[in-house]
């Protein structure tokens, strides 16, 4: 990959602290083919809150709600079910509005505590924030904390060349929200991407639109890894 694109992309390594991922991600970070890390707070231990702050990489917190969802922790989970979970969840009145600025909040607390200061970004774990009842309170707990930068995309998804289910909902979620968003100063990246929506990413990253690209990816997927290993 030609150094022009590989500085479109901004690579964020998601999930930090779960799953095992904290080596594969501390290994690409300091090979510098990482720009951001997302965290999940109450999973990380304060040992890699410390070798992570340690590398100077920008660290965002993941926001979640895996603890009020009962799944979410799991790779193997099928994305559809997930879906049809958090539904029900929510229309039975199990996640509110409200228990989730709670729960967001008590997690960038938590966040604070450990790293010693607030994060550089936010984001949420399976693009939760995107919901459109969810999206007002992302917006507010980053003006209210300072947090500058967030993930979503001034200018919307890149679902690649066959398109992928959960980036073309979230694109109808960001249709929805970016009026909202664009009344705030917040910085987030012009375009976004998560690598499990794309079929071919060497030719995706031929095709790029002009501006920078959050490129979303999770490193203890073998694939993931690999196609970062090679190509950024």
């Not at 958090?86 to 997690?107: H, I, N, S």
């Not at 694109?171 to 499990?196: G, P």
């Not at 794309?198 to 501006?211: H, R």
Request: aromatic content about 12%; proline content about 2%; some cysteine.
């Amino acid at each position: 990959m030609t150094r022009k694109i590989r500085e479109s992309f901004i690579v964020t390594a998601d999930d930090y602290g779960i799953r095992q991922t904290a080596e594969p991600i501390l290994r690409l970070v300091h090979e510098g083919k990482v720009d951001r890390v997302a965290v999940l707070i109450n999973y990380v231990s304060s040992e890699q809150a410390a070798a992570l702050k340690a590398t100077g990489v920008k660290i965002d917190l993941h926001l979640e709600l895996i603890g009020l969802l009962k799944s979410g922790d799991k790779v193997s989970e099928n994305a559809l079910w997930r879906g049809i979970n958090f539904l029900f969840c929510f229309m039975l009145g199990l996640v509110t509005v409200k228990r989730v600025e709670a729960e967001w909040r008590d997690q960038i607390e938590r966040f604070e505590e450990l790293f010693g200061r607030l994060p550089d970004g936010l984001n949420s774990h399976e693009h939760l924030h995107f919901f459109p009842p969810f999206f007002r309170v992302f917006i507010e707990l980053a003006e209210e904390y300072s947090v500058s930068y967030i993930r979503f995309g001034k200018k919307g998804m890149l679902t690649g060349l066959h398109g992928a289910f959960i980036g073309n909902l979230l694109s109808l979620f960001w249709r929805r929200n970016r009026v909202f968003c664009a009344k705030t100063n917040l910085v987030t990246s012009d375009y976004l991407v998560s690598l499990d929506w794309l079929a071919d990413f060497k030719s995706f990253s031929e095709q790029l639109p002009a501006g920078s690209v959050e490129l979303v990816v999770h490193l203890e997927r073998e694939d993931d890894y690999r196609t970062v290993l090679e190509y950024l």
